[in-house]
T-cell receptor, first 113, second 112 residues
Framework: DQQVKQNSPSLSVQEGRISILNCDYT??????FLWYKKYPAEGPTFLISISSIKDKNEDGRFTVFLNKSAKHLSLHIVPSQPGDSAVYFC????????????FGKGTKLTVNP | DAMVIQNPRYQVTQFGKPVTLSCSQT?????MYWYQQKSSQAPKLLFHYYDKDFNNEADTPDNFQSRRPNTSFCFLDIRSPGLGDAAMYLCATSGLLRSEAFFGQGTRLTVV
């Protein structure tokens, strides 16, 4: 039973355009959401997070949007750069901390020059 | 500077031969986790330590054990590796009140 779902295994965009990565969740107890980025042969690195008290959080080119009623969040990358090519994992926590992170399967983003 | 270090990066073990993976951290974080990630799958939490308190996930096989002798180190022991245990094993840490976990580079385990 997957509580965090990333339904698109892959996404390809042109450099300079917007990348939109989507994530859905089923557990209404989740109150903290994170995005991680993973390059091949490396561990995931934290990218950006959002608490359920907010609906948007922005950090440079990265913005995460949260729609609690739809149990949906998305990561926007604008403008996309070739170095953004990686696997992006959505993760959620039910306790406000990362004590128990539940991950999605990831979306592989390819940004073409 | 690496903050969460996993050794070795690649480990090949024989079917049924016990193997230990190690993780160390320089962040002085109280929480340490072990995740298993198989190809194209989500990282799956095996267990975590909250200080010295060990928390096992309900569906973690008994074949997997862990030790945390001090704050800095944590070990994953696989008592009798099977072919299905081949995976990337990720160690991560977080502070008590921090919301983000810091991951090591992972250990790729191959079972032959």
């Amino acid at each position: 039973d997957q509580q965090v779902k990333q339904n698109s295994p892959s996404l390809s965009v042109q450099e300079g355009r917007i990348s939109i990565l989507n994530c859905d969740y089923t557990n209404s107890m989740f109150d903290y959401f994170l995005w991680y980025k993973k390059y091949p042969a490396e561990g995931p690195t934290f990218l950006i997070s959002i608490s359920s008290i907010k609906d948007k959080n922005e950090d440079g080119r990265f913005t995460v949007f949260l729609n609690k009623s739809a149990k949906h969040l998305s990561l926007h990358i604008v403008p996309s750069q070739p170095g953004d090519s990686a696997v992006y994992f959505c993760a959620a926590s039910a306790q406000g901390g990362s004590e128990k992170l539940v991950f999605g399967k990831g979306t592989k983003l390819t940004v073409n020059p | 500077d690496a903050m969460v270090i996993q050794n070795p990066r690649y480990q090949v073990t024989q079917f049924g031969k016990p193997v230990t993976l190690s993780c160390s951290q320089t962040l002085n974080h109280n929480v340490m986790y072990w995740y298993q990630q198989k190809s194209s799958q989500a990282p799956k939490l095996l267990f975590h330590y909250y200080d010295k308190d060990f928390n096992n996930e309900a569906d973690t096989p008994d074949n997997f054990q862990s030790r945390r002798p001090n704050t800095s180190f944590c070990f994953l022991d696989i008592r009798s590796p099977g072919l299905g245990d081949a995976a990337m094993y990720l160690c991560a840490t977080s502070g008590l009140l921090r919301s983000e976990a810091f991951f090591g580079q992972g250990t790729r385990l191959t079972v032959v």
